[in-house]
C-alpha cells in the first residue's frame, strides 16, 4: 500500500513542482526558475554579467567579480497549487578566489494523499532543496568557477538524497562585451537511485553599450540542445556615471566601521529592466545604495493553466 501511494505522490508532484515550465517534468525543475530578481526581471539572463552573490546559481565563474561580502535572499509568490520557493545565499572574497554557500527550496503544500484502494488519506507536503558550494577564480580576463550540490527530497516520511556538479566560465572581451557559459548538473543522481537531473548548455553574451544600460541573451539547452530555450533581457540604471561601475564594485562599508543609515542609503541608484523567457514577458525595477539592494520581477506564466509570479530579492554588501 505503502508503495502505491508513493508512486502516486510521485506523479502528482512531478506534474505541480513544474511550476513555469508547465509540461516539464523531470528532476529538480524547479532549479530553472531562478532565484534573483534581478535576473529574472530581464528574462532570466545573467550567466554573462551578474555580479553578485547570486551568480552561485546563474553561473559560478562570475563569482569571480564579487568584490565583497554578500548576503542574499529571495522569494517568489503567487505559484499555484501552493507551491512556494525561497533561497539564501551567503559568500566572501578569499585570497586567491571568491566562496559562496547557497540554498534553494521549493515545496509543495497540503497535497491530497489517496491509498491503493483510492480512499483519501491525510493531507501531506513535499519539500525539495538544494545546497550549494561554489568557489570562483580569476585568470587575466578569464572567470572560472564549480558548484558542488547536494539535493535533499522529502516527500511525507520518505526522504532521498542526490548531488549534482555545475561548471562555468566567463570571459571578459572588453568593456563593452562579456561571453559566459555554463554546464548545469555536468554529472548527477537526483535521488540517489541513478535519477538524473537533465544537463543543460547555456551559452552567453551580455553587451554594456553606454554606462547604466545592460544587454542580454542566453541559450539554454538541455539534454544537447534537444530542447531549448531562449532569454533576452535589457536593464537601465539610472545615476551610474562613467566612474561608478554596476553590481558588486560598487563601493561597500567594511564590517569593522560603524555604519550609520545615511552610510547605508548613501549612492542611490534606480534600475529598471524589461525582457522575454522563451517567449513569456518579464519586467521589473530595482533600488540600489551603498549596503543594500532591492528587486522586484514580475513572470508572465508560459500557460495559461498557470498563474504569473512575482518574485522579490533583497542583497546586502559588506
Not at 494523499?113 to 558550494?133: C, E, H, I, R, V
Not at 570562483?136 to 578569464?142: C, G, Q, T, V
Not at 564590517?255 to 543609515?261: D, F, G, L, R, Y
Request: proline letters at 3%.
Amino acid at each position: 500500500m505503502k508503495n502505491i501511494k508513493s508512486i502516486l505522490i510521485a506523479l502528482i508532484l512531478m506534474i505541480s513542482l513544474s511550476s513555469v515550465f508547465a509540461e516539464d517534468n523531470s528532476a529538480a525543475v524547479y532549479q530553472r526558475l531562478g532565484i534573483d530578481a534581478r535576473s529574472i526581471g530581464m528574462g532570466g539572463t545573467g550567466a554573462a554579467f551578474l555580479d553578485n552573490v547570486t551568480s552561485t546559481y546563474l553561473n559560478p565563474a562570475a563569482l569571480a567579480d564579487v568584490k565583497r561580502i554578500e548576503l542574499a535572499t529571495a522569494t517568489r509568490q503567487n505559484l499555484e497549487w501552493d507551491k512556494a520557493q525561497n533561497a539564501l545565499a551567503l559568500g566572501f572574497m578569499l585570497p586567491i578566489g571568491y566562496v559562496a554557500a547557497s540554498w534553494q527550496n521549493a515545496t509543495v503544500s497540503d497535497i491530497a494523499g489517496f491509498d491503493d484502494q483510492d480512499a483519501p488519506t491525510s493531507a501531506f507536503d513535499n519539500s525539495d532543496n538544494t545546497l550549494a558550494l561554489s568557489y570562483a577564480a580569476k585568470i587575466a580576463r578569464l572567470n572560472v568557477g564549480v558548484t558542488p550540490k547536494l539535493y535533499l527530497s522529502k516527500v511525507e516520511d520518505e526522504s532521498t538524497t542526490g548531488y549534482g556538479l555545475d561548471l562555468g566560465a566567463l570571459f571578459h572581451v572588453n568593456r563593452y562585451f562579456n561571453l559566459g557559459m555554463v554546464v548545469r548538473d555536468v554529472i548527477s543522481d537526483y535521488d540517489g537511485e541513478g535519477t538524473e537531473v537533465p544537463r543543460e548548455f547555456i551559452p552567453s553574451i551580455a553587451a554594456f553599450p553606454i554606462p547604466g544600460l545592460i544587454l542580454a541573451a542566453d541559450l539554454s539547452g538541455e539534454d544537447d540542445f534537444e530542447n531549448t530555450r531562449l532569454k533576452l533581457g535589457a536593464e537601465y540604471w539610472l545615476g551610474v556615471r562613467d566612474d561608478n561601475e554596476i553590481g558588486s564594485s560598487l563601493s561597500g562599508i567594511r564590517i569593522k566601521e560603524n555604519a550609520t543609515w545615511s552610510d547605508i542609503l548613501s549612492k542611490v541608484q534606480a534600475g529598471v529592466r524589461a525582457g522575454a523567457n522563451d517567449g513569456a514577458f518579464t519586467a521589473g525595477a530595482g533600488l540600489r545604495f551603498k549596503m543594500l539592494e532591492m528587486n522586484y520581477a514580475y513572470q508572465m506564466a508560459h500557460d495559461s493553466l498557470l498563474n504569473d509570479t512575482h518574485v522579490y530579492s533583497l542583497l546586502l554588501r559588506f
